[in-house]
């Protein structure tokens, strides 16, 4: 079975600082992972995603993550956060095979930006 | 593209009575996704239609829980007897599946926010 493990519930950082909020998942079969963004009282967003090709994904609001099949992760990072990036952030993982495509997502990681 | 909403956005009930819950997708998308989601946990999937047809439940639905989607438009969520481990922010989401051009991308609705007292 597939999991995502999301290694910090809170991160907080100054504005201008760089992030990253770290995602690894398991699954014996190939994976399409992604990135979702919560602000308060809202929908999930889609941030990023990688399907296949290059490791390095840039995504909406200059965040990027990276793809390692090596280490099972795809950490979200972003070289300078703005204080409207405080959000729940979700990585979420399915799976290649099968035609249901149903992501299996992390607890979330809390990113907090202070002044 | 109005985006998906969900009504209502608030519900607080009284133990053992029944809700029910609407999404409206994007209109031109083809399959609806509910999910669970409670507080410092990240979404978990229920259930997911493609157009009218029901394809999968997960083992959280129990019984007390029926999804409907009867012209492929519009979707419901009925909680019977409802509990107070029910209490959660049920969140719907919808995606365009075309087999030649998949983009796997869901777009969530805002939620409904349920408490049961």
Not at chain 1, 89 to 114: N, Q
Not at chain 2, 89 to 96: G, Q, R, T
Request: hydrophobic share 30%; glycine share 6%.
């Amino acid at each position: 079975a597939q999991s995502v493990t999301q290694l910090d519930s809170q991160v907080p950082v100054f504005e201008e600082a760089p992030v990253e909020l770290r995602c690894n998942y398991s699954s014996s079969v190939s994976v399409y992972l992604f990135w979702y963004v919560q602000y308060p009282n809202q929908g999930l967003q889609l941030l990023l995603k990688y399907l296949s090709g290059s490791t390095l994904v840039k995504g909406i609001n200059g965040f990027e993550a990276e793809f390692n099949k090596s280490q099972t992760s795809f950490h979200l990072r972003k070289p300078s956060v703005h204080i409207s990036d405080t959000a729940e952030y979700f990585c979420a993982v399915t799976f290649k095979s099968g035609g249901s495509y149903i992501p299996t997502f992390g607890r979330g990681t809390s990113l907090i930006v202070h002044p | 593209d109005t985006g998906v909403s969900q009504d209502p956005r608030h519900k607080i009930t009284k133990r053992g009575q029944n809700v029910t819950f609407r999404c409206d997708p994007i209109s031109e998308h083809n399959r609806l996704y509910w999910y669970r989601q409670t507080l410092g946990q990240g979404p978990e999937f229920l259930t997911y239609f493609q157009n009218e047809a029901q394809l999968e439940k997960s083992r959280l639905l129990s019984d007390r829980f029926s999804a409907e989607r009867p012209k492929g438009s519009f979707s419901t969520l009925e909680i019977q007897r409802t509990e107070q481990g029910d209490s959660a922010m049920y969140l719907c989401a919808s995606s365009l599946f075309i087999s030649a051009a998949i983009t796997y991308e869901q777009y969530f609705g805002p939620g409904t926010r349920l408490t049961v007292t």
